[in-house]
């Protein structure tokens, strides 16, 4: 019996369940969530779609997905030496199956998949006031009520399929790398392979699909930044000592995000000559990984800076191309690392191969999906099979399409219809006891991702306990937090030079979407302010007491 059997399986029925805390998503958030609250002794229940455990990483298991970086062997769980000391991470960029199977033993070791409900879809949830709980319905039909709701539900877990004409036309197979075949391999040898978009899956899965068929057509909507990313067996020295001193360890990734030893450089690249700095670039493009973009401090705040590190890798792409031609098609115009930096094995080396095609569409733009392939402006390229690497609606799309209703009818989708504002990045004005993991306004992908998840979870259950000791049955922040955090998001950004390059940051990638930079960019100083909120008797917020029977209005209490 595989593992995903093992998970307890739902049998529905004409009831409502009734829950303490119901959670969405069995990824890395969801659960530490679960593990955590269900510590306090609540009632917990987690819902997913997938098969097994294991968020993006199970649903992204395309030829080549792998850990960006840092990875191995501090792309994991913090919170237990234990786990630490016996989980072996044998490569500095894990690749899926890897993560997927440690993730998979987190679950079996703190013997999670009984309260976790699989292949099960939530499709709607709504706040009810009279009775101060959520009502979830799935897509098995099944209702449940929980007190409080958590969406624990990725931010790059809602895959961005294109609106591009014909599409459903193709006769060929197609495929998201977010949404990857489960139950088989996609077969390239022999085929006429088409790639739509070059971010860090495009990059990740075009060199092994080359390796492997027939022809192979990238379709590039924007030239990238990518960066060596050195893939190597980890020094068992580094696993020992890291083991032996996890404290340690903890401690710098709470302060830094990251080990001390991978902490970016306080040095300006405007202190060095000309050539210092090449000789900089070149040991840090040598070593791999983001080296490049943490070898000066000042790389992505200052124009200057950043376009002296962006010629360096536009000289390396042109070493590397052989056709100039190719090459010039290849060079990215954005600030360099002001897009998720994008880790390259052999991506470069691709286009000198004769079986490669690369059709930029800022030049050829395509018209339409035929039955046989794609036609551009400029001709018509067969296909057998099409690739979509094109990206998510990342950090808010996930929730935004399961789009919860809180007070007075209020549609999250509409809330956020010009502004995903949130308060510390887990609260939503309107929501009451919806606590969101990884959102709008957090530091998420910018930071430990792990550490992150139980900076939070461990806030969430921290807040669910005093509530129960103080006999409060809601927590909602408040208008003026919520909007003095938005401007507080915006303020740290502006210092940057990411709010100035359209990218998934910044919604520009959806059609629609609000264009607002969504990341929290100081994350150290983000966990503290979790804890001094905390702290301040949860400072930001408004509780209500549960209602009576007696009660025409609950009675609110100010954090």
Not at 293 to 305: E, G, I, N, S, W
Not at 437 to 449: A, D, E, I, T, Y
Not at 532 to 552: I, K, P, S
Request: aromatic share 10%.
């Amino acid at each position: 019996m595989s593992r995903s059997d093992t998970s307890t399986e739902h049998a529905p029925g004409s009831g409502v369940r009734e829950l303490d805390v119901a959670i969405i998503g069995a990824g890395v958030s969801g659960m530490y969530a679960l593990y955590r609250l269900r510590g306090l002794g609540l009632d917990v229940r987690v819902y997913d779609q997938a098969g097994d455990v294991g968020g993006t990483w199970w649903w992204n298991r395309y030829p080549g997905a792998r850990v960006d970086y840092p990875g191995g062997p501090f792309y994991c769980y913090t919170f237990s030496e234990e786990l630490v000391r016996e989980w072996d991470w044998t490569e500095r960029q894990p690749d899926q199956p890897t993560v997927l199977a440690y993730l998979g033993h987190v679950a079996d070791k703190f013997d999670l998949r009984r309260d976790i409900q699989l292949r099960t879809k939530v499709v709607a949830a709504r706040f009810d006031e009279a009775a101060q709980r959520w009502f979830l319905e799935t897509s098995e039909g099944e209702r449940i009520s929980a007190q409080f709701l958590i969406a624990a539900v990725g931010t790059l877990s809602a895959p961005n399929r294109p609106d591009i004409p014909g599409l459903d036309d193709f006769a060929g197979e197609v495929h998201h790398t977010g949404n990857w075949p489960q139950d088989r391999q996609v077969e390239f040898a022999g085929k006429r392979v088409g790639v739509v978009g070059t971010g860090s899956s495009g990059v990740q899965i075009i060199p092994q699909i080359a390796r492997e068929a027939a022809s192979l057509t990238v379709f590039q909507r924007t030239p990238q930044f990518a960066l060596p990313g050195r893939n190597q067996a980890l020094d068992p020295a580094l696993v020992r000592d890291s083991k032996e001193n996890w404290s340690e360890v903890r401690r710098q990734i709470q302060e830094f995000g990251r080990p001390s030893s991978l902490v970016p450089s306080t040095r300006s690249a405007l202190e060095d000559t000309e050539e210092e700095r090449q000789r900089v670039f070149e040991e840090a493009w040598q070593k791999g990984g983001v080296a490049l973009r943490d070898c000066y401090r000042d790389l992505v705040t200052d124009p200057v800076a950043n376009g002296h590190v962006a010629e360096f890798v536009r000289s390396k792409i042109r070493e590397t191309v052989r056709d100039p031609a190719v090459a010039e098609k290849l060079m990215p115009e954005y600030y360099f690392a002001t897009k998720r930096q994008v880790m390259d094995e052999g991506y470069y080396e691709v286009y000198n191969q004769d079986h490669v095609t690369l059709v930029d569409l800022r030049e050829e733009p395509i018209e339409t999906f035929t039955p046989d392939g794609v036609r551009t402006a400029e001709g018509e390229y067969p296909l057998d099979i099409l690739v979509l690497a094109t990206g998510y609606d990342a950090i808010t799309g996930a929730l935004r399409r399961i789009n919860p209703v809180g007070r007075d009818g209020l549609a999250l989708e509409d809330k956020w219809a010009e502004s995903s504002r949130t308060y510390l990045g887990l609260s939503v004005v309107g929501f009451p006891n919806l606590f969101l993991f990884h959102g709008p306004g957090s530091p998420s992908v910018m930071f430990h991702m792990f550490y992150g998840a139980e900076s939070q979870g461990d806030w969430m259950a921290e807040c669910i306990t005093y509530m129960r000791e103080h006999g409060m049955a809601t927590i909602e922040a408040v208008p003026e937090a919520e909007e003095a955090w938005a401007a507080d998001v915006q303020a740290l950004a502006s210092r940057t030079l990411f709010p100035q390059t359209a990218s998934w940051f910044t919604g520009a990638n959806i059609p629609g979407k609000p264009r607002e930079f969504m990341v929290y960019l100081a994350g150290p100083r983000y966990h503290e302010n979790l804890r001094e909120v905390a702290a301040n008797d949860y400072e930001g917020f408004v509780f209500e007491r549960a209602r009576t029977g007696a009660d025409l209005e609950p009675s609110a209490v100010r954090g």
